[in-house]
């Protein structure tokens, strides 16, 4: 079966994402592993694909997509809510705070510092 491997986001405020993201995914036991060339990141937890903040390859500024957006899966809807109260504490925007959006689905949503949507889930 296939899975998500890995998943990226533009910054143009790289110094300020990487603290954010150093503090955010390091609350969920993932760690920087590689620092890219363009000024980025990519961090990586045991047993979970790689995530990257990163200037964009082509020089241009980095925007959001409209409809994009990258999923953290979690084992407890516990877990879900605290990786999206670490996201709000470290000045993301909220974008729908944790609950059930359909039976056995737990969902939070957060847009980062740059306004990339992110999301913590559980199913089941």
């Known amino acids: 079966m296939a899975k998500v491997a890995y998943f990226t986001v533009g ?7 990487k603290a954010f993201y150093d503090a955010l995914l390091g609350s969920i036991g993932m760690s920087p592993v ?6 980025g990141r990519l961090y990586r937890g045991k047993g979970t694909g790689l995530f990257g903040v990163l200037g964009p390859y082509d020089g ?22 605290a990786f999206h109260a670490k996201a709000i504490e470290l000045g993301a925007a909220d974008e729908g ?18 306004g990339n949507k992110l999301c913590g889930y559980k199913f089941g």
Do not use: Q, W
């Open 60 to 81: 241009a500024p980095a925007c959001i997509g409209n409809g994009t957006m990258g999923g953290f899966s979690f084992d407890t809807a516990e877990e879900v809510a």
């Open 97 to 114: 705070g944790p609950g059930e959006r359909m039976p056995g689905a737990y969902f939070a949503y957060f847009r980062d510092l740059d």
């Open 34 to 39: 590689h620092e890219h060339a363009s000024g």
């Open 11 to 17: 910054s143009n405020k790289l110094e300020e994402a």
